[in-house]
């Protein structure tokens, strides 16, 4: 007898009214939030889910992801999007599938642990505005962190869904940390705590198939809550995971519609629909009612985010996955991280140098934000450490997580690193063993106060004190306070057609009208795209007069220069402050004049100024922070290069700056 009887035929009717299976695998969908995230760098528009809304409604999903995670953050920053209006519109549109968000914990849907106050009020206000599962994790698994907002959750009468975040240290399952054991410990640990089921949060498609079987297997024989897998695509093991998984008597599997699927996202839902049918596991979806889901998807949503899909190479699996057991996203954030910087030869030294830091680090695993934490110390180290120092620029976020701010780490931080990173630490030189939230001071009221009559509601202060910067700066265009730029407006139908048929034209080599016309002057309303083609790139300035698109400016560029799956803040041009929005493409990286004699502070790599701790007029001392830059997520405190006093200061918070801009100047 094989121990694989669990999957058994049960029907030869493939009809869409045969009989219920007997224990189907229940389906979480993920087009919504991680397959966009995944795919299309979280920019799905909520307009752009609208059109199968219902048809999804319809389809018989355990639940529907739609918020959480990443969404949270590039909504209100690149897409002018209320994110607590986007669960209540969609909620108008899906009344039957429950709602499921990704929470990250203490860190909500932010990059660190907020007080207590916030955690709190952030859950009861998501639950309110309509979300249902509340799939929780730690970066390090570390469950104290779950200690405010469960209560929360189940106080809203929610789904508290707890996740194993799946990681480790060796080619496959086992080692001394990440072994089986600890899997099941942390399981009954999450039934402890009153899960309502268990997630293996597998993010960066690690999980072999047999170790998945034999992970599954463990809980199933140990907790009691249903068992869910999440495994992402990027490997290319996840399909076969699924089916280990299934096999060993997994409750749920999370799939995305097919044009959100694979890739860096995750297993299409056809294919498991017709692997599953006529068995005792059969989801009982009509696979016909999915491609029409599909159809619309394709012809109306999918070409306005083309262009964002990362097609810079054939295979549409990442071996680096297998050889590095890193997350694929973290992979593609370094190698655009060091692009950015001009230093993409070092990324042969990035990858050797990524497990020493991840070692010293206390062997944590790799997920937002430890994934952001461990790459950006890790570029750091490469780019600026020398043989007579390691750690020459330590990141915000590393000096937190050596003080105990993210929770304990699965072994001991290196002492010598945690010693140097705590070296006139505010909190204080010594780390902290509690629960990390217990040192954090409330910040609700002291946000309400902030940003005064900016706010109108709860739901905005609770924005504003999750992203201070680019939260205020979304009230001041949700308020009509700011205009707001054209980079974060919709694209159209009409303009996504008006630049292919540009394309088109600049290929045949048509595209000359422009120089015996007089061309209007660059509106504000002017968007640029980089679109590629075949080896060639061009830059396409498109603006709307009248209704009608027109071409601004078409210029094709030297060489192909594969670009990031999607702009960041640190790769928008840098602007004057008072100047108007330029249109312009990404400024030289050249050390600007400055205006004022002294020694400068240049940026040591493109980013957006968080705050400056100093003011023109202040005396420093070499070493001293002036300012904080913040640099894929990270912030990084940039030191005074000179004694002196501050000459001068050539930015503000909120602004966008290039590599070698001058930020400030002491004299
Ligand atoms: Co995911």
């Known amino acids: 007898m094989s121990e694989h009887t669990q999957v058994e035929m049960t029907t030869m009717n493939y009809s869409k009214d045969r009989p219920k299976a007997a224990n189907p695998v229940k389906i979480e969908d993920l087009t919504l939030r991680d397959g966009h995230q995944s795919l299309f760098a979280t920019r799905g528009r909520t307009e752009d889910m609208i059109p199968v809304a219902e048809l999804m409604d319809e389809v018989g999903f355990w639940a529907a992801e739609t918020w959480g995670g990443a969404t949270f953050d590039t909504m209100h920053r690149f897409l002018n999007e209320d994110p607590w209006e986007r669960i209540r519109t969609l909620k ?35 639950a309110a505005n309509g979300m249902d599962v509340f799939r929780t994790f730690d970066a390090l698994n570390d469950y104290r962190n779950f200690e405010t907002v469960v209560p929360a959750i189940k106080a809203c009468g929610k789904h ?4 194993i975040c799946y990681t480790m240290t060796e080619p496959r399952l086992g080692g001394e940390v990440y072994n089986l054991d600890y899997y099941v410990k942390k399981g009954k640990d999450l039934e402890a705590m009153g899960a309502d089921s268990i997630c293996i949060k597998d993010m960066a498609g690690l999980i072999a198939p047999y170790d998945a079987y034999a992970i599954v297997k463990a809980l199933k024989a140990s907790v009691k ?55 005792n596991r059969d989801t009982g979806f009509d696979i016909k009612h999915l491609a029409k889901i599909n159809e619309i998807l394709e012809r109306d949503v999918m070409p306005k985010y083309r262009h964002l899909l990362d097609d810079t190479k054939m295979s549409i699996i990442d071996i680096n996955v297998l050889l590095h057991q890193t997350p694929g996203g973290m992979l593609s954030n370094l190698v655009n991280q060091l692009r950015e910087m001009d230093a993409l030869d070092k990324i042969d030294q990035v990858y050797a140098e990524l497990p020493r830091v991840r070692k010293d680090l206390g062997q944590i695993p790799l997920v937002t934000p430890t994934s952001q934490i461990v790459g950006i110390q890790t570029v750091n ?61 409330p910040e609700l009221d002291k946000a309400k106060k902030e940003i005064g009559s900016l706010a109108k509601d709860i739901d905005d202060v609770i924005l504003y004190a999750l992203y201070p910067v680019t939260g205020k700066k979304f009230l001041s265009w ?4 700011e205009p707001v730029p054209a980079e974060v407006k919709p694209i159209t139908m009409e303009q996504v057609k008006a630049k292919q048929e540009l394309v088109k034209k600049a290929l045949a080599g048509k ?38 698109p027109v071409v601004s400016y078409i210029q094709p560029l030297q060489s192909r220069k594969p670009a990031a799956p999607a702009p960041k803040p640190a790769a928008e041009a840098p602007k004057p402050a008072s100047a108007p929005k330029p249109a312009a ?11 004022v004699d002294g020694t400068p502070l240049t940026a040591p790599m493109p980013g957006m100024i968080v705050k400056y701790e100093k003011n023109v007029g202040d005396a420093v001392t070499v070493g001293e922070t002036v300012l904080i830059l913040e640099a894929m997520k990270m912030e990084n405190a940039l030191a005074s290069p000179a004694s002196g006093t501050i000459k001068a200061i050539n930015f503000k918070s909120g602004d966008a700056v290039a590599k070698n801009d001058v930020l400030c100047v002491i004299g």
Not at 160 to 163: E, I, R, S
Not at 259 to 277: D, F, G, K, N
């Open 511 to 548: 595209l000359v009208e422009k120089k015996e016309k007089q061309a209007p002057a660059k509106g504000e309303n002017l968007r640029t795209f980089n679109v590629f083609v075949d080896d060639e790139y061009f830059e396409v300035g498109v603006e709307e007069v009248g209704g009608a």
């Open 381 to 441: 180290n490469v780019l600026f450490d020398n043989e007579n120092e390691r750690y020459k620029m330590i990141t915000g976020q590393v000096k937190d997580l050596c003080y105990g701010l993210y929770g304990k780490t699965a072994v001991p931080i290196n002492h010598e690193v945690q010693k140097k990173a705590l070296k006139g630490y505010p909190r204080g030189e010594e780390p902290i063993t509690c629960r990390p939230a217990q040192v954090l001071e």
């Open 92 to 126: 108008k549109y899906m009344k039957k599938t429950p709602f499921s968000m990704l929470l990250r914990g203490q860190n909500l849907v932010g990059y660190r642990n907020y007080a207590d106050d916030v955690a709190k009020a952030f859950v009861e206000r998501a």
């Open 478 to 481: 949700k308020y009509d306070k």
């Open 160 to 163: 508290f869904q707890g996740c």
């Open 585 to 595: 493409p990404k400024p030289a990286a050249a050390p600007k004049p400055a205006d």
């Open 225 to 279: 809550p249903p068992i869910h897998l999440h495994s992402h695509f990027t490997s290319g093991m996840s399909a076969m995971s699924h089916l280990k998984a299934i096999e060993a008597g997994v409750d749920i599997i999370d799939t995305c519609m097919s044009p959100y699927a694979y890739r860096t996202s995750h297993p299409a839902i056809e294919p498991l629909v017709m692997t599953l049918i006529g068995t």
